[in-house]
Structure formats: C-alpha cells, structure tokens
C-alpha cells in the first residue's frame, strides 16, 4: 500500500490523503506501542475527504472519534495484539 498524505495538521495530529494504489481516501492519526511509532489509516469516502479537508474543526473532531477506536471498522489495515495508543 502506498499511503500519500494530500494535507495535514500538526496542531491537530491527523493527515488526510489517498491510498494511490486502490484511490481509496484516509485519515490517518499517529500511534504508537512503546518499541514503534506508526500511523492508523482510516478509510472515509471521496465526499468526506473534500469535506473534511475544508472543515478543520469537523477533521479534528473525527480523529478525536478514530482517537477513541470509535470507527475501528474504517481501519484499512488492522492492528496485531500489540496496538498502539494514540500519540
């Protein structure tokens, strides 16, 4: 998979972007388990991505949710036994 970030905020912690081999959209937050640091990616629709990425507050909001595993199942890839916490 090749994740590229087409935005991001570091007051906020998060990145929005495209999976470029399957066009699929993402936000992605930083975690991490002790021994790694990784990003999560969650998948979000075409109008999401637009949407989010012209609405600061409604992006942070959503990774503030992803933050607290509240739309695990948008995970396009999914955490071992050892899954990281949000940094």
Same mark, same amino acid.
């Given at each position: ?35 790694? +640091?990784?990003?999560?990616?969650? =998948? ?8 989010? #990425? ?5 992006? &942070?909001?959503?990774? +503030?949710?992803?933050?607290?595993? =509240? ?8 955490? #071992? ?5 949000? &940094?």
């Amino acid at each position: 998979m090749d994740f590229q970030d087409t935005s991001f905020t570091r007051e906020h912690r998060f990145s929005l972007g495209i999976e470029t081999e399957s066009g699929r959209s993402y936000l992605s937050i930083p975690v991490s388990n002790g021994p790694v +640091d990784y990003e999560e990616y969650y =998948e979000i629709s075409a109008a999401d991505h637009e949407r989010l #990425g012209h609405d600061d507050a409604a992006a &942070a909001a959503f990774a +503030d949710e992803c933050r607290r595993h =509240e739309h695990d199942g948008l995970l396009i890839q999914k955490p #071992g036994w050892n899954r990281g916490t949000p &940094a």
